[in-house]
Every structure is written in structure tokens, then in C-alpha cells.
């Protein structure tokens, strides 16, 4: 089983649809990154987190340490935001202060 | 800024052949890392360097090496190229090795016949 588990793998949504990306862990971290990926393209990063919730535009991070689990939340999807969404996360200390990463969700969002 | 560069993009070797993928990273941060992409597969990482003057194995190591040729650069090298290792190769760094937030360069696609 991999340390690192997101769902969906694919979710196909229609514009102006409210979107939800899952991540569950099995390892104490840090900190969660949640990374975007356009095709054939580089690696952005949209949020770090620890605790609680953030919010950058249409999106919106959630994390929920006792139940080792976060969400992506994308608002008023457009079909710009069309990538794969990659969560990854970093353990505590030591051999285990590595990045550890999910496979992706492929999100198409169409118009 | 440039952040983090990376070359090349593009590149096609023949089993056996030789090849080093460079990077490079202009926001002075100490830690660099190597990772590869494949399908249906996360992220793996290959190499890392916590601080210049250190290179440490990651968890798929074999076939490759590194160099951190000072803090700025930290290169890939394949010394004799397999299909395996056909792939999409990321480079990141981050501030500190105890930094959480990595930032990613463009990646390169490589293609071993």
C-alpha cells in the first residue's frame, strides 16, 4: 500500500462545477504540499500546509491531521485548470525528511 | 529569477550511451534533489544534496550519479543509458534540508531505445 493515497486518479468535470481532490497518508508528517502539473509541463507548487485550511483564488486546501487526510478544493472550475493535481508529503526528521508523493488525479474540465 | 533550470528539455539516447542532465538554481537554496516521473507511478527520488558538498542515494539510485558542482548546480548522470530509465527527470530545491516546500524546474524527457 502506498504511504501516499489520492482520489480520484481521473475526474472529468464541466466548467463552473465545484471540484474535490482527496489525499490520505499512513506516515506522521510535517507538512503537505499540493502540487499542480499542466501536461508536458513543469511542477508548481499551490499550497504547503500543516494545519487547518488555506485559500489562493478559486482554491482551497484543507488538512485534517488526526484523521492524516487533506483535500483540494477548486471553486468555479474553468478549463484552465485542467492538470494533474499531485499531493505530497514530508515526514518528520531525520531518514524520513523527504517528500513523499502521491500519484496524481487527472482533472479535465471541460467546457 | 529563474528559479530552477533545468537541460535540456528533450533528449534521445541509444542503450549504452552517456549523458549528464544539468541544473540549476538562482534563490541560494541549499538542497537539491533529482526526481523521476513515471506513469501510474509517483514521484520518486533518485539523488539528493542536503548542503553543498554532500550527495546522498535516494530511493532509486542505480544507474545514475550526481555531482553538486557548488551551490548553484547539481547535475544527473547516466553513465550507460538503459530503456528503464526512459522517463521524465525533475530537478528541485528547497532552503533548507528541513525546508517542506520544494520548488520544481521544468523537468527533461528522456527516451532511451
Known amino acids: 500500500k502506498n504511504e501516499v493515497e489520492q482520489s480520484p486518479q481521473n475526474l472529468t468535470a464541466q466548467e463552473g462545477e465545484f471540484i474535490t481532490i482527496n489525499c490520505s497518508y499512513s506516515?506522521?508528517?510535517?507538512?503537505l504540499h499540493w502540487l499542480q502539473q499542466h501536461p508536458g509541463g513543469g511542477i508548481v507548487s499551490l499550497f504547503m500546509?500543516?494545519?487547518g485550511k488555506k485559500k489562493h483564488g478559486r482554491l482551497i486546501a484543507t488538512i485534517n491531521i488526526q484523521e492524516k487526510h487533506s483535500s483540494l478544493h477548486i471553486t468555479a472550475s474553468h478549463p484552465r485548470d485542467s492538470a494533474v493535481y499531485i499531493c505530497?508529503?514530508?515526514?518528520?526528521?531525520?531518514?524520513?525528511?523527504?517528500?513523499?508523493f502521491g500519484t496524481g488525479t487527472l482533472l479535465a474540465v471541460q467546457p | 529569477n529563474a528559479g530552477v533550470t533545468q537541460t535540456p528539455k528533450f533528449q534521445v539516447l541509444k542503450t549504452g550511451q552517456s549523458m549528464t542532465l544539468q541544473c540549476a538554481q538562482d534563490?541560494?537554496?541549499?538542497?537539491m534533489y533529482w526526481y523521476r516521473q513515471d506513469p501510474g507511478m509517483g514521484l520518486r527520488l533518485i539523488y539528493y544534496?542536503?548542503?553543498?558538498?554532500?550527495?546522498d542515494k535516494g530511493e532509486v539510485p542505480n544507474g545514475y550519479n550526481v555531482s553538486r558542482l557548488n551551490k548553484r548546480e547539481f547535475s544527473l548522470r547516466l553513465e550507460s543509458a538503459a530503456p528503464s530509465q526512459t522517463s521524465v527527470y525533475f530537478c528541485?530545491?528547497?532552503?533548507?534540508?528541513?525546508?517542506?516546500?520544494?520548488?520544481f524546474g521544468p523537468g527533461t524527457r528522456l527516451t532511451v531505445t
Open positions: 528541485a530545491s528547497s532552503e533548507l534540508w528541513t525546508s517542506a516546500e520544494q520548488y
Open positions: 500546509l500543516s494545519s
Open positions: 506516515v506522521g508528517i510535517s507538512a
Open positions: 505530497a508529503v514530508k515526514g518528520r526528521g531525520g531518514a524520513t525528511n523527504k517528500l513523499i
Open positions: 534563490m541560494n537554496h541549499n538542497s
Open positions: 544534496s542536503a548542503s553543498e558538498g554532500t550527495t
